[in-house]
């Protein structure tokens, strides 16, 4: 086994909470040194894009068909696309404090993922091709380069590139030697944001695979380093292609060839002090590297009822801070619709993630715990690891009782003692294929298993909405608490994120404002 994977293995074990021992952070907020959320790039010359909010937008059950027009490739839309994806969704205030909420969900509301975009020359934009970085408070672009390229004609007319990348500083700062998994987390939620914005215009967003993380520095300028300090490096997670089309293939040797050695701007310092943890230095170092070609897959649209606008839908999710135990009832309609949303691969690739759910209110299903498997090649594997008192009962296609019993109290428990995992209709863990795969593509899959459960998340935060209830994602839980009870003693399977629904009790002290309230 390599370095780089055995330096995975340790950390995903010293990062788990158990009952006994939390994974290492600095145990309280250091309120002085908390980091800015918002990355600005001083000197590089900044271009406000006109604001969206007012478009019109096609009903959410209708974008994921696949016959949304697409949008032509003009200001215009690319403002639309980063307004509804990683734009500000609202403002929040309680006595003094105020706080800016984002359309992606993000662990403790740090924001540590950060978005670059690639464009064709572009009225109102550039004459040449350009890189920016989106700035989502003031909603405009920082024009890091322009460059004359030929990597565009290469690609369908109105495509362009999307970097995501994270701050690891961010959540660092609040959630210590386990922030790197939040990050990776975070990613997934923003790849989702960015992927259903598309849809509302037509556009289809494909993870670019087989890049390395040196390119994919290299591209976004990670690697000029005196352009960052180094406590607040970003470090880049995946290339995005949007285009009309799917299933572009992208050679990157071009673009790469053609970009400046050396760009605008130098990142604004984002905290005043920094704690340093030789363990999240390690872990971005040991996954600093190839993405691996998996198998690609092709996923159907499934069936909603009629819904919101999808501008409206984005810009209303919300983590649920309560669930209301006394009305968490959910129909079977609700239930299937919200599974079905998620059990078709997203970016393209084979699913890793199956659901196991803890059945606390839904019509017509027996309390219980329930596994949704959205790949099926690890039914047989699970049958064999999983606890061999589970009944593994077909309630329907890839969805088994596995114990009937009142999980509530052991759900909240498992969930770092929140009492949104017991109080809600459902909770569940995303249990993925692990150690194989990790030895199978390399260090490198540890994020991409992450971005995977991360987008699972945001989607069932949209189709929870979607259907008028609440969501919310669970990145503090018991890892090795779960597995027990599930029976599972090796790592060929590990949870790595959980989640719940139910209706929420909404928090009437808090004052919502509008999301460009301040820029008027
Ligand atoms: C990866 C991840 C982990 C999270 N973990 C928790 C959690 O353990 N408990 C909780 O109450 N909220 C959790 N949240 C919800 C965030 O706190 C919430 O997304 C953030 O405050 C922003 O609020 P919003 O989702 O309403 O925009 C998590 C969110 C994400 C994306």
Redesign the pocket.
């Known amino acids: 086994m390599n370095n780089n994977i055995n330096e995975i293995l340790t950390y995903h074990n010293e990062t788990k909470h158990a009952p006994s021992r939390y994974a290492r952070s600095l145990g309280y907020m250091d309120w002085a040194t908390q980091p800015d959320p918002f990355r600005s790039y001083k000197g590089a010359p900044s271009l406000s894009l006109p604001m969206s909010l007012n478009n019109t937008t096609p009903p959410y059950h209708l974008i994921f068909d696949k016959e949304v027009p697409a949008a032509p490739l003009l200001i215009e839309s690319i403002s639309q696309f980063f307004q509804f994806s990683l734009g500000l969704?609202a403002w929040k205030q309680a006595g003094d404090n105020k706080w800016a909420?984002?359309c992606n969900?993000?662990?403790?509301?740090l924001q540590p993922s950060e978005a670059y975009i690639i464009l064709p020359p572009l009225d109102k934009i550039s004459t040449q091709c350009s890189l920016s970085h989106y700035a989502p408070k003031e909603h405009k672009l920082e024009k890091l380069c322009e460059f004359d390229s030929t990597f565009f004609d290469t690609l369908e007319k109105g495509s362009f590139l999307v970097g995501l990348s994270s701050i690891t500083w961010r959540e660092v700062w609040k959630y210590g030697e386990r922030a790197f998994r939040?990050c990776s987390?975070?990613a997934g939620?923003a790849f989702r944001a960015l992927q259903v914005s598309a849809m509302m215009l037509g556009w289809k967003v494909q993870v670019v695979s087989a890049t390395k993380d040196s390119e994919l520095s290299r591209i976004f300028g990670f690697d000029q380093e005196h352009r960052y300090i180094k406590e607040e490096a970003e470090y880049p997670d995946m290339l995005l292609s949007i285009s009309p089309l799917q299933g572009q293939k992208i050679s990157l040797d071009t673009l790469i060839q053609d970009l400046p050695k050396e760009y605008k701007g130098s990142a604004y310092i984002l905290s005043r002090s920094h704690q340093a943890w030789e363990m999240i230095e390690r872990i971005e170092k040991a996954s600093f590297s190839d993405s691996v070609l998996r198998e690609e897959v092709s996923s159907l649209p499934i069936p909603r009822l009629p819904s919101l606008e999808s501008k409206d839908l984005v810009l209303k999710?919300?983590?649920a801070?309560m669930m209301n135990p006394k009305n968490a009832s959910l129909s079977q309609e609700q239930f299937y619709t919200l599974l079905n949303s998620v059990k078709e691969s997203m970016d393209g690739f084979e699913n890793s993630a199956n659901l196991v759910l803890f059945v606390h209110e839904v019509e017509g299903l027996e309390k219980g715990l329930y596994l949704m498997i959205r790949n099926k090649k690890h039914l047989s594997s699970l049958k064999r690891l999983l606890r061999q008192s589970f009944v593994f009962e077909e309630i329907r296609e890839d969805f088994y009782l596995l114990e009937k019993d009142d999980f509530r109290s052991r759900a909240k428990s498992i969930?770092?003692n929140?009492d949104?995992a017991a109080d809600g209709a459902f909770s569940l863990g995303m249990l993925c294929e692990f150690s194989t795969q990790i030895e199978e593509y390399g260090a490198h899959r540890y994020k991409e298993l992450y971005w995977e459960c991360?987008a699972i998340?945001q989607q069932l935060?949209l189709e929870a909405t979607a259907l008028g209830i609440a969501a919310?994602?669970?990145?503090?839980y018991l890892d090795d608490t779960f597995h027990h009870l599930l029976g599972l003693d090796s790592n060929q399977f590990q949870s790595l994120?959980h989640f719940t629904i139910g209706r929420a009790i909404v928090d009437d002290r808090l004052m919502t404002l509008a999301p460009y309230h301040h820029l008027d």
């Open positions: 969704a909420l984002r969900a993000s662990s403790g509301n939040y987390l975070d939620h999710r919300r983590s801070q969930s770092c929140q949104i991360g998340g935060y919310t994602g669970i990145g503090c994120y």
